[in-house]
């Protein structure tokens, strides 16, 4: 069937809601016409994330789980994941249920829609989406965001937010990705984005979950940003450059 969608969960350490997060998404997407995977990719929990995940898969066949053989990282789990999804269609989750599954289907449709290679969301885009949302690290979000946007000169302002939905191809076609961390989260769209594949922006809802895990540094999460876009601008003034020269020619 085209258009199998891969739900792609990157996990270390989620034993305490990663049962309720998978079956809400199962529950709520069997429900539609979609033909659909949960991909968990593990990077290697020392805690009942894999014990759970293994008692869910054997029930379900649509669940799969995959553990993590690049060094740890959340980026290289999503790495892995493109490369083991079964989907035409892949979309990046968190495992902690601050994403909706709702939202996963917004987001199929209109891609689907639109024949679209990406659907963005946008946490900021419309009121009352987002629920007890860190004041400092909002802060943080919505500088941070702002001035990658405006280097890049996009109108798009939630880079950072991980929960986006690509076209497998599309993902292939970008590779290879360098970021091992969060800064994936930012690499994957700027790249799409400056090498003219069709993207659109919709609204999306998030909560902050209390039993997630925060499992990274502040200062090293935002020096890694800083690095992945320093690479990007230079990959794009060199795409620039070669798009230039073959017009000349």
Not at 54 to 81: A, C, D, M, V, Y
Not at 117 to 122: A, E, K, L, M, S
Not at 162 to 168: L, Q, T, V
Request: glycine share 4%.
């Amino acid at each position: 069937m085209k258009n199998k969608l891969s739900i792609i969960i990157p996990t270390f350490r989620e034993g305490k809601i990663i049962d309720k997060s998978v079956n809400e998404i199962n529950d709520i997407l069997s429900q539609e016409a979609i033909d659909f995977e949960v991909l968990i990719i593990d990077d290697n929990s020392n805690d009942q994330t894999l014990e759970k995940i293994k008692l869910i898969s054997n029930k379900n066949e649509r669940i799969r789980i995959h553990l993590n053989t690049l060094p740890k990282g959340f980026g290289n789990s999503i790495i892995e994941g493109i490369k083991n999804a079964e989907g035409d269609i892949i979309c990046f989750v968190m495992a902690d249920q601050s994403d909706s599954p709702n939202d996963i289907i917004k987001y199929y449709n209109e891609i689907i829609r639109n024949n679209c290679d990406c659907v963005f969301g946008d946490r900021w885009e419309g009121d009352h989406l987002v629920e007890n949302y860190p004041k400092v690290k909002f802060l943080i979000n919505r500088i941070g965001n702002k001035i990658i946007s405006n280097f890049f000169k996009i109108d798009y302002t939630d880079l950072t937010n991980s929960f986006k939905m690509y076209k497998k191809s599309v993902l292939l076609e970008l590779f290879p990705l360098i970021s091992n961390h969060f800064s994936i989260t930012i690499e994957i769209p700027l790249k799409a984005i400056y090498r003219g594949y069709k993207y659109i922006v919709v609204p999306n809802s998030w909560k902050n979950n209390q039993h997630s895990i925060s499992s990274f540094n502040l200062f090293h999460v935002i020096k890694t940003y800083i690095l992945i876009a320093i690479y990007c601008l230079i990959e794009k003034q060199f795409i620039d450059n070669k798009n230039k020269n073959n017009q000349i020619d």
